[in-house]
């Protein structure tokens, strides 16, 4: 009997320690002052500025590597922790934190100039020569545009911008103007099984 009820007072006092330890741990997580890294703020507690576009190439002006840097302001009242590791509450004129952006990789080489050269002095190797391809530029030259095959084959090309500038970068396009994104498929890319019949 005596055991039993030794038992039974053990068993007690185990679960309202159990309680109590879950009740502390839940208040010192409710209570935590758990201060976020300024990045890590969710869509609506900050704002980013808009980039400063250059004229000629119609591009962020800090484009590098495709990407560009703009920098974004945390709401009023925001606190969050800088990239130097120091809380900061904000009033919404701080930056604090850069976002990086997609941009496209230009270096002087206009769509509309390639198109023209290639429409209109294409049986020369005008295009060729435009886009760095100095070889083939010459090659056009000597056989007159591969008798106009090559003329009418670089055109299709040159305009649905399959061949762009030699150094890899993309063609200088307008705002208005018709851009091609790529897509391509690597080993991540999710595919949909096809059903057997």
Known sequence: MAASRSLVVCLRSGMWSLALYSLLSHLRLALA???LSCSNLTLGQYLCKDPKIDDVTQEPENCSQMRAWVECLPAPN????LSN???FLFSGDEVGFSKPIPCRNVSGYSYKVAVALSLFLGWLGADRFYLGYPALGLLKFCTVGFCGIGTLIDFILIAMQIVGPADGSDYIVDYYGARLTRLSITNQ?????HLSL
Do not use: A
């Not at 925001?78 to 922790?81: A, G, H, P, V």
């Open 33 to 35: 002052d758990d201060v």
């Open 189 to 193: 890319t999710y595919r949909k099984p």
């Open 85 to 87: 590791g120091t809380e």
């Open 78 to 81: 925001i606190t969050c922790r």
